[in-house]
């Protein structure tokens, strides 16, 4: 477990590195090591498809997935692997088909919902359906943990922020600071996201940055961030002036 544990927080690492700076040497020795402790392993076998996956290696990808899908039928994160898969290759349809299937099969899930999320906001879809599709995601929250409330309010503000719909995405992390009102990230997105709605959201970027004020002080490092943006905003808008 250890090693497994090592070779994702390493993975995770990489991908916080912009891709020319990455390099996946540590993170394929930590794999190989944990796997030779645990070959079945099916959470090793999915970290090794995504690092395939970040390194272009498609056709590995697929073959790896393909295998893991045969052996596991009924892992839910396999078959989501499966259907996230068809969405790289362009086939919404598919994957819209296979997550039908996970959910009558195996149920309603934080994961499941996110793959929803990603195949919305990936494929071409009428207004009405989306509308309605995007909505279930939202319902019925609080029948999940807290962690998993979490992760879904923040994958879907995610979705939605990347979809340009930065209104919603700011609804959704205003739960997220509600529920965890020492949540850093959640302040810092509505502060950064308040940048996007420009006079609509003075009130939010202000009460963001006072909650920031609060957890770290006023020379916290999400606290000067936000600063230096307010700062080069303000800038900008001089110069528009001149």
């Known amino acids: 477990r250890a090693a497994g544990r090592i070779a ?14 990455r390099d996946w040497t540590s993170v394929e020795e930590a794999l190989q090591n944990a796997l030779k402790i645990a070959p079945a392993s099916i959470p090793l076998q999915l970290l090794r498809s995504q690092l395939f996956a970040v390194q272009g290696k498609t056709e590995l990808v697929q073959e790896t997935i393909a295998s893991l899908s045969r052996d596991h039928p009924d892992s839910e ?7 996230r898969s068809a969405m790289q290759k362009g086939q919404w349809s598919e994957a819209r088909r296979l997550l039908k299937i996970i959910e009558e099969k195996l149920g309603d899930s934080v994961s499941l919902r996110l ?4 195949v919305l906001n990936r494929s071409d879809v009428g207004s009405s359906e989306s509308e309605k599709a995007w909505n279930r995601l939202e319902e019925k929250v609080e029948q999940f943990s807290e962690p998993d409330q979490i992760r879904l309010l923040e994958g879907l503000a995610g979705a939605w922020f990347r979809r340009g719909a930065f209104n919603k995405a700011r609804q959704l992390w205003s739960r997220v600071a509600q529920k965890q009102p020492h949540n850093t990230r959640a ?16 009130d939010v970027r202000e009460n963001a940055l006072n909650r920031l004020r609060k957890i770290e002080g006023n020379d916290g490092t999400h606290v000067r961030i936000c600063k ?15």
């Open 115 to 118: 793959a929803w999320a990603d």
């Open 228 to 242: 230096a943006i307010q700062f080069i905003r303000r800038a900008e808008i001089s110069k528009t002036k001149v």
């Open 187 to 202: 302040h810092f997105r509505l502060f950064v996201l308040s940048l996007s709605l420009d006079d609509q959201a003075i």
């Open 8 to 21: 994702n927080i390493l993975f995770a690492k990489q991908l916080q590195l912009h891709p020319s700076e």
């Open 77 to 83: 994160g396999v078959q989501i692997a499966l259907a």
